[in-house]
T-cell receptor, first 113, second 117 residues
Framework: GDSVTQMEGPVTLSEEAFLTINCTYT??????LFWYVQYPGEGLQLLLK?????DKGSNKGFEATYRKETTSFHLEKGSVQVSDSAVYFC????????????FGKGTLLTVNP | GAVVSQHPSWVICKSGTSVKIECRSL??????MFWYRQFPKQSLMLMAT?????????EQGVEKDKFLINHASLTLSTLTVTSAHPEDSSFYIC?????????????FGPGTRLTVT
């Protein structure tokens, strides 16, 4: 079955540091890939997405590239801010008519001033 | 755009009572909504898929008689936790599907914190 593996957290960085959160996946077919962010006490917000190999999703300074050859979708940001502190979830939709998402376990990011 | 709301945002109820949680898509119509449960510091567990005008599809291990789902309109789905027990205490999150073709993202509500005493 489909699965998503994220690097385990927590990740603690200083402001303006470079961020990478690794995500790899296993899926049949050609999945769409997503990163969601969850701020404390809130639901999930779509951060970015990519629908096919070599696509790069980007938003709010974050970016991730769909790498089919390595089945990866790593999240990066060049300079994190305190306000980026949140839990980040990698997810995939393997397609088909049920639109179900398979989530990774989430990675807690804490950015200190 | 693509805003999903939930009500209430938090609720405390006594063991044995029932609680209804609403999920609304505010600026779009959603034929499909999803209900998730999230335990502290864990990922989301899909409970069921809610389709407007038809019965919900429950994931394996989820009691459909305990977690009643109704998708009465294209903008509203409800989850009723019946005869709640302390082990039902959790963060319940809904999402709505925007569109039905291509790479369709799910848009999530802010969640409902349920505490059963």
């Amino acid at each position: 079955g489909d699965s998503v593996t994220q690097m385990e957290g927590p990740v603690t960085l200083s402001e303006e540091a470079f961020l990478t959160i690794n995500c790899t996946y296993t899926a049949t077919g050609y999945p769409s890939l997503f990163w969601y962010v969850q701020y404390p006490g809130e639901g999930l917000q779509l951060l970015l997405k990519a629908t096919k190999a070599d696509d790069k999703g980007s938003n709010k300074g974050f970016e991730a590239t769909y790498r089919k050859e390595t089945t990866s979708f790593h999240l990066e940001k060049g300079s994190v801010q305190v306000s980026d502190s949140a839990v980040y979830f990698c997810a995939l939709d393997s397609g088909g008519s049920n639109y179900k998402l398979t989530f990774g376990k989430g990675t807690l990011l804490t950015v200190n001033p | 755009g693509a805003v999903v709301s939930q009500h209430p945002s938090w609720v405390i109820c006594k063991s044995g009572t029932s609680v209804k949680i609403e999920c609304r898509s505010l600026d779009f119509q959603a034929t499909t909504m999803f209900w998730y449960r999230q335990f502290p510091k864990q990922s989301l567990m899909l409970m069921a898929t809610s389709n407007e005008g038809s019965k919900a599809t429950y994931e394996q291990g989820v009691e459909k008689d305990k977690f009643l789902i109704n998708h009465a309109s294209l903008t509203l789905s409800t989850l009723t936790v019946t005869s709640a027990h302390p082990e039902d205490s959790s963060f319940y999150i809904c999402s709505a599907l925007l569109g039905t073709s291509g790479a369709v993202p799910q848009y999530f509500g802010p969640g409902t914190r349920l505490t059963v005493t």
